[in-house]
């Protein structure tokens, strides 16, 4: 069974404000960025370069990252948007080693419910409220395109 539309993040908005104000953790083979979100429910994102490979590679890499997500959907605190970013070694990576990485990722966050480790990432709440106060800050200052995602920035 595929993670159902109400439980992923779509917006180019959501994935800013994730990669803007969020906090990351890091592994190999995937980014995690967590933030607080506005409903009760868990959303997952999932962003894949164009530097991991051509279509067909970037989507196992999406497919191999979203199912992992959905076997651990149920397990995770409710009420966070989740932003996954693929890094380049992912490409030859297999199910179990992405599956691992992304548990690996959830626990180091705190965010698997009735875990040992049920501390919650800690965010700024300040960044929070002065970002979506002011959207200008969450724009790419950089160059015009977003180096992980391979997205055009307006």
């Given amino acids: ?3 159902q539309t109400q439980f992923r993040l779509k917006k180019d908005v959501e994935f800013k404000r994730l990669r803007g104000i969020g906090r990351s953790w890091a592994n190999p083979l ?6 607080p979100g506005d409903q009760n429910i868990t959303r997952i994102g999932i962003s894949v370069s164009s530097r991991i490979g051509k279509a067909v590679k970037r989507n196992r890499v999406k497919r191999l990252i979203r199912e992992a ?3 651990r959907h149920s397990e995770i605190s409710p009420g966070w948007d989740l932003l ?8 030859g990576a297999s ?12 626990r180091r966050a705190g965010l698997l419910a009735g875990k040992l480790e049920q501390r919650r990432p800690s965010v700024d709440k300040s960044a929070i409220e002065k970002a979506e106060g002011n959207t ?15 997205a055009k920035l307006d």
């Fill in 30 to 35: 995937v980014v995690l960025y967590a933030l």
């Fill in 95 to 106: 199910f179990e080693q992405v599956n691992a990485a992304i548990e690996q990722l959830l």
């Fill in 69 to 71: 997500a959905r076997l």
């Fill in 84 to 91: 996954f970013i693929a890094r380049k070694p992912i490409a």
């Fill in 136 to 150: 200008i800050a969450l724009h790419n200052t950089g160059s015009d395109s977003d180096e992980d995602s391979g």
């Fill in 1 to 3: 069974m595929a993670l």
